[in-house]
């Protein structure tokens, strides 16, 4: 069995060993000949899926993407082969709720507002959008949430996309990338609708670069419009509007889900598929393999207050170091250095809290003992 994975999918030999030959590739650059006697394909959202890859290879059986996003796979064409695919659902949602959390702390401060008043407007409710949601109203936030293809559920507070521009402090985008059908994504914020958005929303996009139409954002911000932006995705990644990053208050190399706990967490799920399609038994998993966090125990004493809330997250991740490596790095290194050299960075779920735990904290991803 000849496995072929991103050399950026990490404990790929870990888990895969067992199963086959493993051989690493650059995901970015890797050539179909390379990958012609693959029998599995595990891949992240930097290689491109499609014929032109894969069309020299008679064996390929299966391909997983590591990631949430599958915009990068020719799904068509893959079913047209019959050859079995996946990606990793969920698998860093949590990674992203926390680099926004930080990006609305900084923006509190900036402002100096309690948290408490802004109104976020979340656009895409899915795996990532539904947690955060969760996260902000644990915090006291006030929510508005856009999903069209949720309309339809009884219990789901559906607004439509212009009332919820019109109304947030902040927009926080969580769809796919999509380019046809009923519900397309790509350029959701055009020019006329960024023209439509208050100066003062702040725009918060860890989904898809294409999602917001870059060109538009430049001229804007080029116009005098001093909105609050936090880009972690850009249109034309790796080869993006660096002209734009002047005028972003955090920008980031499309890190948002790369913490330790969600890269790992897609190669777990790799692997559950592949022995799923071998009929193979799985004999490892994630927590074999996870080092102990640097902090894995805190003792909350009865005086935690949701303003301590802030102080505790930054202590495990805070957006500023990515944005400053991103500004001392970006020219010289380039964009796939930052994200393949990211220092590493632990969930919340890695600190078990003990003591009087408040509630809100668990909602956040916390752990408790
Ligand atoms: N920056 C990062 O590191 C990072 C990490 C993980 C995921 N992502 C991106 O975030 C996206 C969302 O992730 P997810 O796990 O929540 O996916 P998901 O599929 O669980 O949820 C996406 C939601 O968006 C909704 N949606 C689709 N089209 C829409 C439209 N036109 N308007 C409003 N809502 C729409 C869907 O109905 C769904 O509920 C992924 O597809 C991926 O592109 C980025
Ligand atoms: O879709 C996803 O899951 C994310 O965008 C993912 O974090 C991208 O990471 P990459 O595959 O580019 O390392």
Not at 87 to 100: H, I, R, T
Not at 191 to 201: I, Q
Not at 215 to 226: N, P
Request: hydrophobic share 45%; with cysteine; charged share 20%.
């Amino acid at each position: 069995m000849k496995i072929y994975a991103d050399d950026n999918m990490p404990l790929a030999r870990e888990f895969f060993a067992e199963l086959g030959d493993v051989t690493l590739f650059s995901g970015r650059n890797v050539q179909a000949a390379e990958l012609a006697d693959a029998d599995i394909l595990l891949v992240r959202s930097v290689t491109k899926v499609n014929a032109a890859l894969l069309d020299a290879n008679p064996n390929l059986r299966f391909v997983g993407t590591a990631t949430i996003g599958t915009d990068h796979l020719d799904l068509a064409y893959l079913q047209g082969r019959g050859i079995v695919h996946t990606n990793a659902p969920g698998c860093n949602a949590q990674s992203v709720v926390e680099y926004v959390l930080s990006c609305l702390f900084i923006l509190a401060e900036q402002q100096d507002k309690p948290l408490t008043d802004f109104t976020v407007g979340v656009i895409g409710v899915g795996q990532i959008g539904k947690r955060l949601v969760a996260a902000l109203q644990a915090l006291g936030l006030t929510v508005l949430q856009n999903d069209p293809l949720r309309a339809a559920e009884a219990d789901f507070p559906h607004l439509d996309l212009d009332t919820l521009l019109a109304s947030a402090d902040v927009v926080s985008l969580h769809v796919p990338l999509v380019r046809g059908g009923a519900y397309p994504t790509f350029h959701l914020l055009d020019a006329n609708r960024l023209a439509a958005l208050p100066a003062t929303t702040a725009l918060i996009n860890a989904c898809r670069g294409e999602v917001v139409d870059n060109q538009a954002l430049l001229a804007q911000a080029r116009a005098g419009v001093k909105r609050p932006l936090f880009m972690d995705v850009w249109e034309l990644e790796p080869a993006i509007e660096q002209q734009l990053v002047p005028y972003c208050d955090i920008a980031t190399a499309h890190i948002a889900g790369h913490s330790v706990e969600g890269k790992a967490r897609g190669t777990e799920m790799l692997y559950q598929a592949v022995c799923q399609l071998l009929d193979v038994t799985p004999t490892r998993t994630l927590s074999q393999f996870l080092p102990a966090g640097a902090i894995e125990k805190l003792q909350i004493s009865p005086n935690f207050r949701l303003l301590d809330v802030q102080n505790l997250c930054r202590m495990l991740y805070d957006v500023r170091r990515d944005d400053a490596l991103f500004r001392q790095h970006l020219v010289t290194h380039g964009f796939d250095w930052l994200r393949k050299t990211y220092p590493p960075r632990r969930e919340f779920s890695s600190v078990c809290l003990q003591g009087q735990v408040p509630d809100y904290l668990i909602r956040l991803g916390f752990s408790q003992k």
